[in-house]
T-cell receptor, first 113, second 117 residues
Framework: DSGVTQTPKHLITATGQRVTLRCSPRSGDLSVYWYQQSLDQGLQFLIQYYNGEERAKGNILERFSAQQFPDLHSELNLSSLELGDSALYFC????????????FGDGTRLSIL | AQTVTQSQPEMSVQEAETVTLSCTYDTSESDYYLFWYKQPPSRQMILVIRQEAYKQQNATENRFSVNFQKAAKSFSLKISDSQLGDAAMYFCAYRSRPQTSGSRLTFGEGTQLTVNP
């Protein structure tokens, strides 16, 4: 158990819809990262938050947004969903020191019908 | 931008034997971290081992060890005494020191390891 909790585990929805993925980091971790794993794109970094503020941005679509709340949990919002958004979305967290490795949650599998 | 390449999409090994997974990377940075993550069929991402670029000594974690060749930008993973539970997809990953371009992980394409009984 990594200590990172992601909900829901599975999500099935239709094109054009909007969903919210939730992540609770390990106790004490200030950084949260979101990654997307798809068959054609592999594992890609989307966005990082540190203590409530956006820290780095990767290949995140404009239809996607994220935030980190004062209690340090994070949400990834995906809107106007397309078939190609079907993927496994991981959240990871790490501690205050940048030397600490990232620990991953079990992921949310998103299926777009 | 950094890139990570795993040139072996699939590898297989006999139980109790040794296997080496290859990884190369490209970067202009001198200080960074390298990782191997394991993804079993359950799809969890499990940290196997990490290497700090400024350390010349190769990292070791029980049956897992790395061969880090900084000049060649090579970072291979050796699994000794392979066990059935080692069967998984293995990802090599790069991370800059956080003071530079953030702490994101850049992953390779992965190597699917099969362990034969």
């Amino acid at each position: 158990d990594s200590g990172v909790t992601q909900t829901p585990k599975h999500l099935i929805t239709a094109t054009g819809q909007r969903v919210t993925l939730r992540c609770s980091p390990r106790s004490g971790d200030l950084s949260v990262y979101w990654y997307q794993q798809s068959l054609d794109q592999g594992l890609q970094f989307l966005i990082q938050y540190y203590n409530g503020e956006e820290r780095a941005k990767g290949n995140i679509l404009e239809r996607f947004s994220a935030q980190q709340f004062p209690d340090l949990h994070s949400e990834l919002n995906l809107s106007s969903l397309e078939l190609g958004d079907s993927a496994l979305y991981f959240c990871a967290s790490s501690g205050f020191s940048g030397d600490q490795p990232q620990h991953f949650g079990d992921g949310t599998r998103l299926s777009i019908l | 931008a950094q890139t990570v390449t795993q040139s072996q999409p699939e590898m297989s090994v006999q139980e109790a034997e040794t296997v080496t997974l290859s990884c190369t990377y490209d970067t202009s940075e001198s200080d960074y971290y390298l990782f191997w993550y394991k993804q079993p069929p359950s799809r969890q991402m499990i940290l196997v081992i990490r290497q700090e670029a400024y350390k010349q000594q190769n990292a070791t974690e029980n049956r897992f060890s790395v061969n880090f060749q900084k000049a060649a930008k090579s970072f291979s993973l050796k699994i000794s005494d392979s066990q059935l539970g080692d069967a998984a997809m293995y990802f090599c990953a790069y991370r800059s020191r956080p003071q530079t371009s953030g702490s994101r992980l850049t992953f390779g394409e992965g190597t699917q390891l099969t362990v034969n009984p």
